[in-house]
């Protein structure tokens, strides 16, 4: 029989619901309750298992942190220091909570974010250390890229050499990429130049020394080199590794499924409590009788439209191909108020150019997602208007059309009014 009524909602409401209201039972409501929890926690669940995010090290919100002067060695000639006037402003969008934010900026102190810079006085050459800091796989399934943003400050030349070196467990096992090329055009001189190094056992261009192993990077060594004595400032803006992708349920883990049990419990109990207390609360404003337990009930199995609405975007996200989000929009990517995962379309322009065409190419993969989700939104909720009006002419017949629409209708635009207020999914 609870089968039968909840069936009925879709297909003969007025009937369903005229019996519910003589003989209201809270099983019908639990059943949908659980339902609804279950389909939207697939929907939810089948986007975060095909979305990828990039990692990097250090991590998101740390990545200034090879930038530190504090951490690196100078050799013998070169000095080394934080400059505070001339840093990488990179900023993107980190979320509602933060909002836009420098993902480079070195805190080192209270004087702001900094470049690391590298001097020499009156010298050929200058190099620097960064060790005793990081233990990074950069074998297969690890980091495929090192990201180094340069600006070669003084002389006014291109460096005759430059390389990056880095180390595995100890001094005598390293590779050494020439960095010689990618600064030798003379936009490299005054201008930040963002440099992507391959890494791993298939990239190309390292030269090896000892028996170095991808899988341990343990340090790294910058080293430039000019034809004759100069004063040498080369300034780094970011240094950090990258490439390596993964599933926020894979770092996430059992906190990720409780969040969403936590997010759809609310929207439905939520949803179901405020719109059954507004009803009830114009149904007292016109001094009508109502009694509470078959209005809560009756409301419940109204909200059957949204168990049908979450079984289709549940089945709708089973068609997503798999997201890859770079490091940069990975931090402000999550599911819109409707459920689904992007990235603020605004927020896209900020981007570097090869993550904007990560980020347009997510944009276009959830874009047929977004439309239908906004569409069942609009839907749902003109058919829960209908089905509401159904519900008051049952406990007072006496209402007029008007007046039983208008009540369904205060109900659910103040109700969408709070659950969009309080950042409740709708």
């Known amino acids: 029989m609870i089968l039968d009524d909840i069936a009925q909602v879709v297909y003969a409401p007025a009937k369903a619901f005229k019996r519910m209201i003589e003989n209201p039972k809270y099983l019908g409501a639990l059943i949908i309750l659980l339902l609804f929890i279950g389909l939207q926690f697939g929907f939810e669940y089948v986007q975060f298992a095909k979305t990828q995010v990039e990692n990097t090290s250090p991590s998101i919100g740390q990545l200034a942190q090879y930038t530190n002067a504090t951490l690196w060695t100078n050799t013998t000639g070169t000095s080394l220091s934080n400059n505070y006037s001339d840093y990488f402003n990179y900023t993107v969008y980190a979320g509602a909570a933060v909002g836009y934010y420098n993902l480079f900026a070195n805190y080192t102190n209270a004087k702001g974010p900094s470049s690391l810079e590298i001097d020499a006085a009156d010298a050929s050459s200058a190099s620097a250390t960064l060790q005793d800091l990081f233990n990074v796989n950069c074998a297969a399934h690890g980091f495929q890229n090192l990201s180094i943003t340069l600006k070669l400050v003084s002389p006014q030349a291109v460096a005759q050499s430059a390389a990056l070196t880095l180390y595995s467990l100890n001094d005598s096992n390293y590779y050494i990429y020439p960095l010689t090329s990618d ?10 130049q963002n440099l992507t190094i391959p890494l791993g056992p298939s990239s190309q261009g390292w030269t090896t020394s000892g028996t170095p192993n991808w899988g341990n ?14 004063n040498i400032t080369v300034r780094v803006g970011a240094l950090f590794f990258r490439g390596q992708y993964q599933s926020p349920l894979e770092f996430e883990g059992a906190s990720a499924s409780v969040s969403f049990l936590e997010a759809f419990t609310l929207q439905f109990v939520f949803t179901w409590l405020l719109l059954s207390g507004l009803i ?12 509470w337990k078959p209005l809560f009930v009756a409301v419940a199995f109204a909200l059957f439209v949204m168990v049908i609405r979450a079984l289709i975007s549940f089945l709708a996200s089973l068609t997503l191909g798999t997201l890859y989000f770079p490091y940069d929009a990975s ?7 409707l459920g689904v995962i992007s990235y603020p379309s605004p927020a896209v322009s900020l981007l570097s150019t090869q993550s904007q065409a990560a980020a347009n190419a997510v944009l276009s993969a959830t874009a047929g997602l977004s439309d239908l989700s906004l569409a069942l939104f609009l839907i749902a909720y003109v058919w829960l208007g209908y089905l509401c009006t159904i519900i008051i002419g049952n406990l007072n017949p006496a209402f007029s059309l008007t007046k039983r629409i208008s009540i369904a209708g205060i109900s659910i635009a ?13």
């Open 183 to 192: 600064l030798s055009s003379s936009s490299a001189i005054n201008e930040w």
């Open 217 to 230: 990077i343990t340090a790294m060594k910058l080293d430039f080199n000019y034809p004759s004595n100069s």
């Open 280 to 291: 009830y609360l114009l149904f007292k404003g016109f001094k009508a009788n109502i009694t």
């Open 331 to 337: 931090i402000g990517s999550a599911p819109t108020i």
């Open 414 to 426: 103040i109700t969408v009014f709070l659950l969009l207020l309080f950042s409740i999914p709708i």
